[in-house]
């Protein structure tokens, strides 16, 4: 790796660890300001600049990133509405601080959005046609988001309890399987 690539991926380190200790210290995140940011991440604000326009940048780039990890760890082979979401139950259980970030920042309708589109992936590879594909996507995102949400952050229910309960409620994401 160059040198300036190991500069940039520690510098945006230190940005993704300063908006956690933010999130964690519950500093109002409409408050917030790039110089802030960059204070607490020990940056210049010229240098948080060069990476990102706005806090908010920060964390829809920080979902994207996590949402990377996730579909590298996510198997497709022989899916069904079950193993789905017993997938998603596990793999975002690891990942409480994205929950965390999200919540705080208000940044809800572009993790839905990103979900939305991992829906239709998924309708897609199940040769499922659609008539309003994106709003059915979008709905079973939407309620995947919040399911999800409670049972990471709030841990209302055993994973078994939660994937029942999901399929229930969205009976058994028919659409796009």
Same mark, same amino acid.
């Given at each position: 790796?160059?040198?300036?690539?190991?500069?940039?991926? !520690?510098?945006?380190?230190?940005?993704?660890?300063?908006?956690?200790?933010? %999130?964690?210290?519950? =500093?109002?995140?409409?408050?917030?300001? /790039?110089?802030? $940011? /960059?204070?607490?991440?020990?940056?210049?604000?010229?240098?948080?600049?060069?990476?990102? $326009?706005?806090?908010?940048? =920060?964390?829809?780039?920080?979902?994207?990133?996590?949402?990377?990890?996730? $579909? !590298?760890?996510?198997?497709?082979?022989?899916?069904?509405?079950?193993?789905?979401?017993?997938?998603?139950?596990?793999?975002?259980?690891?990942?409480?601080? =994205?929950?965390?970030?999200?919540?705080?920042?208000?940044?809800?309708?572009?993790?839905?959005?990103?979900?939305?589109?991992?829906?239709?992936?998924?309708?897609?590879?199940?040769?499922?046609?659609?008539?309003?594909? !994106?709003?059915? %996507?979008?709905?079973?995102?939407? /309620?995947?988001?919040?399911?999800?949400?409670?049972?990471?952050?709030?841990?209302?229910?055993?994973?078994?309890?939660?994937?029942?309960?999901?399929?229930? $409620?969205?009976?058994?994401?028919? !659409?796009?399987?």
């Amino acid at each position: 790796m160059k040198k300036t690539d190991e500069r940039t991926l !520690k510098t945006k380190e230190k940005i993704d660890a300063a908006m956690i200790k933010l %999130c964690q210290n519950k =500093v109002d995140f409409d408050t917030l300001t /790039a110089p802030k $940011l /960059a204070t607490t991440a020990g940056i210049s604000r010229q240098t948080f600049y060069r990476y990102y $326009l706005s806090p908010k940048q =920060v964390i829809t780039t920080m979902i994207d990133q996590h949402l990377q990890e996730f $579909l !590298k760890e996510f198997r497709p082979q022989n899916l069904t509405a079950r193993s789905m979401t017993l997938q998603l139950m596990t793999i975002w259980q690891k990942r409480t601080i =994205v929950f965390e970030l999200v919540e705080w920042s208000n940044t809800r309708r572009e993790f839905i959005q990103r979900l939305s589109e991992f829906n239709q992936r998924v309708a897609h590879q199940n040769k499922v046609n659609l008539i309003d594909e !994106k709003s059915i %996507c979008n709905v079973y995102a939407a /309620a995947t988001y919040m399911f999800l949400r409670d049972y990471v952050l709030n841990k209302k229910w055993t994973k078994e309890q939660a994937t029942d309960l999901f399929l229930h $409620l969205t009976n058994n994401l028919d !659409k796009i399987f």
